[in-house]
């Protein structure tokens, strides 16, 4: 079986949100998608939000420092 093709997806945001990703990113050594990534991940396993098709062994380090409410 294949593994399915990542996904593009455009988000259009303020310059000092971006600025702040980028931060982010650069501080976890992560490219900027990746770190979007992990993010929502975090975001929905933190408020209980079904990761349908995401192993649980995916990005298994997502409890960012604090709650992302």
């Known amino acids: 079986m294949t593994a399915a093709k990542s996904q593009v997806v455009s988000v259009r945001v ?3 949100i971006k ?3 980028q931060a982010a990113a650069d501080r976890e050594m992560r490219s900027l998608a990746n770190m ?3 993010m929502v991940v975090a975001y929905c396993r933190a408020q209980g ?3 349908e098709g995401v192993p649980t062994e995916t990005l298994p380090n ?3 420092r604090g ?3």
Do not use: I, R, Y
Request: aromatic share 6%.
């Open 49 to 51: 939000h079904p990761l």
């Open 19 to 21: 600025a702040a990703l």
């Open 62 to 64: 997502t409890n960012l």
């Open 14 to 16: 303020e310059p000092p």
């Open 67 to 69: 709650s992302m409410a």
């Open 36 to 38: 979007f990534e992990v």
